[in-house]
């Protein structure tokens, strides 16, 4: 029966994806402040990840986690000037800081 079930998908042209599909990465350009830019997002727009960093009031330190749950964490560079991952379940999002 399972056999006949996927062999129908098959001729109807549907593909199964196996639930370990890689992500959908995507790169930005999205300018949140005069010193911050979202570089890249996954499962996500890059609106999305922009409208996060513009809801955080912080200080970007080494970790912090903004208003929406995305803990971020400094991947290269220094305190004034790098590039930090924040990631909340399968999404995720890079930006660029300098000071």
């Known amino acids: 029966m399972r056999k006949a079930i996927v062999i129908g998908l098959a001729a109807l042209g549907l593909a199964l994806v196996p639930a370990s599909a890689p992500a959908a990465v995507r790169s930005c350009s999205a300018a949140v402040d005069f010193n ?3 570089t890249s997002a996954r499962n996500m727009t890059c609106g999305a990840a922009k409208f996060d960093m513009k809801r955080y009031r912080g200080s970007i ?3 912090f986690t903004t208003p929406g749950g995305f803990v ?3 991947s ?3 305190s004034t000037s790098g ?3 924040c990631a909340k379940g399968t999404r995720a999002y ?3 800081f300098s000071d």
């Open 72 to 74: 971020c964490t400094r």
């Open 83 to 85: 590039t930090w991952r």
């Open 76 to 78: 290269s560079g220094t």
């Open 36 to 38: 911050l830019r979202i």
């Open 94 to 96: 890079r930006f660029a």
């Open 61 to 63: 330190r080494y970790r």
